[in-house]
């Protein structure tokens, strides 16, 4: 936990937040500001502040298992994952999350 991080305060009910998906380890949220029909984030119930800090594959199972059955659930079977990892590759929250979108089309290269 670390107190400075809004992402803890989410994972651990200080602030209000709707879960779509919580378990012992994990929990997704919808994304404050959504880039597409669906865009919700899962995060570590534990703090690392960007990949570079995750050196246990179980931390990265634990999220990305998680998303097909958050999907599967919501009937979305394409999607978009991103982890954005520093500043200049788009990470502004620096609690680990994956984004999660769908329900339009998408373009590669991302921008
Ligand atoms: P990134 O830019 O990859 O670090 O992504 C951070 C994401 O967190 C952005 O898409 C924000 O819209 C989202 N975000 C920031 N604060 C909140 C919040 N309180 N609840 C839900 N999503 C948030
Ligand atoms: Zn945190």
């Not at 200049?88 to 991302?110: D, L």
Request: proline share 5%; glycine share 6%.
């Amino acid at each position: 936990m670390n107190s400075d991080c809004i992402f803890c305060k989410i994972a651990n009910k200080e602030i209000p937040s709707n879960f779509i998906y919580e378990d012992e380890n994990v929990v997704a949220f919808n994304d404050l500001n959504p880039q597409a029909p669906v865009h919700f984030l899962v995060i570590p119930k534990n703090h690392y502040s960007s990949l570079n800090e995750i050196k246990d594959s179980k931390v990265f199972g634990d999220i990305f298992s998680t998303i097909p059955k958050i999907t599967e659930k919501m009937g979305i079977k394409e999607y978009r994952t991103v982890v954005n990892t520093g500043a200049s590759a788009g990470q502004t929250v620096f609690h680990i999350h994956v984004h999660v979108m769908a329900g339009r089309e998408f373009t590669w290269p991302a921008g």
